[in-house]
C-alpha cells in the first residue's frame, strides 16, 4: 500500500462548478500536511498548509481528518485556471524531513 | 531573488554517460533536496542535505551522488546512467512561506526541472 494515496483522475469539471477530492495518508504519526498544485510540465507550487481545524483560502478549503487519515480539497467555482494536478503532501517527520507526495489528482475545468 | 534555479533543462544521455545536474538558491536555505518524478509514481526524494557538508540518502538513492559545500549549491551527479534513470529531476530547497493564514514553517520551493533521457 502507497503512504499517501491520490486519485488520479482526470476530474472534468464544468466552469463555476465545485470539486471535491481526498488524500489518504497511511502513517497516523504524520505530523502536517499540504496541498500543492502543479501545472503541466511545470515545478509543484505551494498551494495550502492543512491544519486540523480546516483551512480556507479564497475559493479553496482544504480539511483534515485525523481519525480516518485522509485530507481533503474542494475548490467551488472553478475556473479555467484551476485546471492542474494537485499534489497532497504528508510530512511524516518531526524534523520535517520526511515529506512524502502522492501521485497527484488531475483537474481539467472546461467551459 | 531568482529562487531555485536549475541547469539544464533537458538532457539526452546514452546509458553509461556521466553527468551532474546543477541546483542553487538565494535564499539561504539550509535544507535543500533532490526528487524524481515519474508518471503515476509522486515525487521521490533521491538525497536531501540539511545543510553545507550535510548529505543523506532518501527513498531512491541508488546510482546518484550529491554533494554540498555551500549553502547555495546541491548538485546531483549520475554515476553511469541508465534508462531507468529517465525522469523529470527537480531540486527543491525548503524555507518560510506562506500560505492560507500566514505563515507557514516548512515551504518546498523547486525549481523549474530537468527533463532526462536515458537512451
Known sequence: ?111 | NAGVTQTPKFQVLKTGQSMTLQCAQDMNHEYMSWYRQDPGMGLRLIHYSVGAGITDQGEVPNGYNVSRSTTEDFPLRLLSAAPSQTSVYFCASRGPGTSGRGLVADTQYFGPGTRLTVL
Open chain 1, 1 to 111: 500500500r502507497k503512504e499517501v494515496e491520490q486519485d488520479p483522475g482526470p476530474f472534468n469539471v464544468p466552469e463555476g462548478a465545485t470539486v471535491a477530492f481526498n488524500c489518504t495518508y497511511s502513517n497516523s504519526a504524520s505530523q502536517s500536511f499540504f496541498w500543492y498544485r502543479q501545472d503541466c510540465r511545470k515545478e509543484p507550487k505551494l498551494l495550502m498548509s492543512v491544519y486540523s481545524s480546516g483551512n480556507e483560502d479564497g475559493r479553496f478549503t482544504a480539511q483534515l481528518n485525523r481519525a480516518s487519515q485522509y485530507i481533503s480539497l474542494l475548490i467551488r467555482d472553478s475556473k479555467l485556471s484551476d485546471s492542474a494536478t494537485y499534489l497532497c503532501v504528508v510530512n511524516e517527520g518531526a524534523a520535517g524531513n520526511k515529506l512524502t507526495f502522492g501521485g497527484g489528482t488531475r483537474v481539467l475545468v472546461k467551459p
